[in-house]
């Protein structure tokens, strides 16, 4: 909590959105491997919630998102293996609200939503979620066209026992543009999920 509250003063000054986390985001993220945590870790409680709104909110003119953790993991897995509680984003809100009225809500942002259902999804959304992050959706939509190409164009692509490739199957700007396309169209499924297509923070 020391750093974020040098982190909210700086951000207010350079009218900066500050985005805090409580809890901890199982799975793993740029080389931190959370997966043998202890799962109480997993899910923020309304303790949690109360204790970032008290801290932060007497900061004048500062804006922050919360991630409160509800069972997110970073990366994706196999139905079942995550257990997902997004009514902990509800008992925290209830908490914040009966305590400092509704004008404390959180905007509330759901780390690790790749993989995830659109129906909790939507769920989230009625709890206060105004952002999510899917990373890995996106890396995966954007690298399977660009492997497509590869095997499909395999020696044309490579220079393969002595031939020259086709310079057209392994220039970057073809397949470059496969994944960006693809990359794109999950982008507009995340604004389709998230309610979002034609919003935005301004309105």
Known sequence: MLCTMAGIHLCR???????VETGVVGGE???LNREGI??????????DMLAVHEALSPVSGARFMLAATFGNVHGVYKPGNVV????????????????HGEDARFWLVF?????????????TLGYGVIKMNVDTDTQYAFTRPVVDHMLVNY????????????????DPRGWLKKGKANMAARVIQS?????????????
């Open 111 to 123: 780390h690790g939503g790749s993989g995830s259902s659109q129906e909790e999804i939507r769920e």
């Open 38 to 47: 202890d799962k109480e870790k997993l899910y923020t409680t309304p303790e």
């Open 155 to 170: 020696e044309g692509a490579l220079k393969v026992e002595g031939e020259v490739g086709n310079k057209k199957m392994y």
């Open 84 to 99: 997902l509680t997004p009514t902990i984003l509800k008992d925290g809100q209830d908490a914040v609200t009966a305590k």
């Open 29 to 31: 993220e740029d080389g």
């Open 191 to 203: 604004y389709q999920d998230l309610n979002s297509a034609g919003k935005c923070l301004g309105r």
């Open 13 to 19: 000054d350079n009218e900066i959105i500050l985005e």
